[in-house]
């Protein structure tokens, strides 16, 4: 059964058929096949990180290559076959410079860790780590506990009573979480991704679990939340989370801890995307930094999302939020994101990642000579050479800033309101190449930076 193994039993059928056919990896449920978009996205010879050119940049004790293997994801992402162990890299769980031994060693440090996260929430819930799900409350309010629920104890610290109360809202996110792949028609695989999520919540207690939509109308006047409730930009704005987030890291690494870690540090750097406040929510800086860039780049295209009300630059909450996840297909979505790791990877990662979640928040600078410099992605080593310190300036703001840009004469001569601009946005989904959208971003990026400059 696909959805059973990971990819390891598609992985072998490539192996010895020689099929690239993206369908191999990431398989769709046969009553979605007409309905979805085929991927852009094709392993290309030469370019594109292949399995033997990943097992070539090791040395023989294990220190990676990360220079070259930048290099190549960057001219063509990673092949299926080796993304999950790729990421582990490019999002900071391993340090290039280690050994084979030391990875080995922290690996099982990690799944130990994890172990003994899964056995506190399994006391509490004994749901988790079954194989089956939560969709339905188990908690309320006041810590008492629902009748036929999977708990037979009260709770009284705000903590436990906070995570279980998420508890059947990650259920629910996780039944809808990627339907077309078939993958998901498995109920292991869906509690395993609970699971993870779920245990996650636990761990990071400041942030938690949050959905898309409920994160938004918490965030928002009620004046606000009435405007969203338009028609084609409510449709935009749901159903986006931390579900969307964790589902590769579960289809990528067969191991459910290393699945966690995976997704833990890609958190890393989208926690505050999703940080609420009583005054803010954590995207509207980065669309408030989008503003700003469309404004310097592109003003006549600024000042007619303002006529229309769209100055906020709401309608790219969800882009920002799940990394365009709803808008590229599944697998064009993951050669995005790899590529965006690639181009803003920071040699620096692994150490600051290593620090307790509230220390690497802060960003500490770190000081990179030129050999390190030449280790960054070319996002990074844009930011680091012209001396950007705004952490907001992520790539996924000026990729925001590309796909506007794209559809810049559509918006200008059709958009006659703000749910015409979402209506054209909404058309990108399997119509957009993700190497041209980052290609674009970095000259974007370069033009804010010089026209910021003067």
């Known amino acids: 059964m696909v959805g ?22 990431y398989p769709i449920r046969p009553d979605c096949l007409a309905d979805t978009p085929k991927p852009r996205f094709k392993p ?19 220190h990676l290559d990360i220079e070259k293997v930048l290099r190549r994801i960057q001219r063509g992402g990673v092949h299926p076959a080796i993304k999950g162990s790729v990421w582990e890299f490019v999002l900071g769980c391993f340090d290039p410079n280690s050994t084979y031994e030391e990875r080995d060693q922290l690996r099982q440090c990690r799944r130990e860790q994890y172990i003994r996260w899964k056995a506190e929430c399994q006391h509490m819930v004994p749901v988790i780590g079954s194989g089956k799900l939560i969709t339905t409350p188990i908690i309320t309010d006041d810590g008492q506990t629902v009748i036929d629920s999977s708990i037979n104890s009260t709770f009284s610290d705000k903590r436990s009573i906070q995570w279980m109360r998420a508890l059947h809202q990650i259920g629910l996110d996780v ?52 405007f969203l409730m338009r028609r084609w930009l409510f449709l935009i704005l749901s159903c986006a989370g931390m579900n969307d987030i964790c589902s590769p890291m579960v289809i990528l690494l067969e191991n459910e801890a290393d699945a966690f870690w995976c997704f833990e540090r890609a958190m890393r750097r989208l926690r505050e995307n999703f940080r609420c406040s009583a005054s803010s929510m954590g995207v509207q800086t980065q669309l408030s930094t989008l503003s700003q860039v469309i404004k310097t780049v592109d003003p006549k295209l600024h ?15 969800r882009m920002l939020m799940v990394l365009f996840r709803r808008e590229f297909t599944f697998a064009d979505s993951l050669y995005l994101w790899e590529l965006m790791w690639a181009m803003e990877y920071n040699p620096n990662i692994f150490s600051l990642y290593e620090k307790p979640i509230a220390e690497s928040d802060k960003s500490a ?49 059709e958009a006659k309101g703000l749910d015409d601009v979402v209506q054209i946005l909404s058309d990108i989904t399997g119509n957009m190449d993700a190497r041209k959208v980052c290609k674009d971003a970095l000259k974007i990026h370069k033009k804010y930076l010089s026209k910021a400059k003067k």
Not at 303 to 317: C, I, N, P, R, T
């Open 175 to 226: 039944v809808r979480t990627d339907r077309t792949l078939a993958f998901y028609d498995s109920e292991k695989n869906q509690a395993k991704l609970w699971d993870i999520l779920a245990i996650y919540a636990w761990v990071d207690n400041d942030i938690s679990y949050v959905q898309g939509e409920l994160f938004l109308t918490a965030s928002l006047s009620i004046k606000t939340i009435f």
């Open 303 to 317: 000042q007619h999302l303002e006529a229309l009300d769209g100055g906020e630059y709401l309608f790219a909450f």
């Open 4 to 25: 059973r193994g990971g990819l390891t039993g598609i992985v072998n059928i490539m192996k010895r058929t020689g099929a690239e056919d993206l369908g191999d990896f």
């Open 44 to 62: 290309r010879a030469g370019k594109t990180l292949s399995e033997r050119r990943w097992n070539a940049a090791f040395s023989e004790d294990g």
């Open 365 to 413: 600078e770190s000081v990179l000579n030129n050999k390190l410099l030449k280790q960054c992605g070319k996002f990074e080593r844009n930011k680091v050479k012209t001396g950007c310190k705004d952490q907001q300036s992520a790539l996924a703001v000026f990729l925001v800033a590309s796909v506007l840009e794209a559809k810049n004469k559509r918006i200008l001569k």
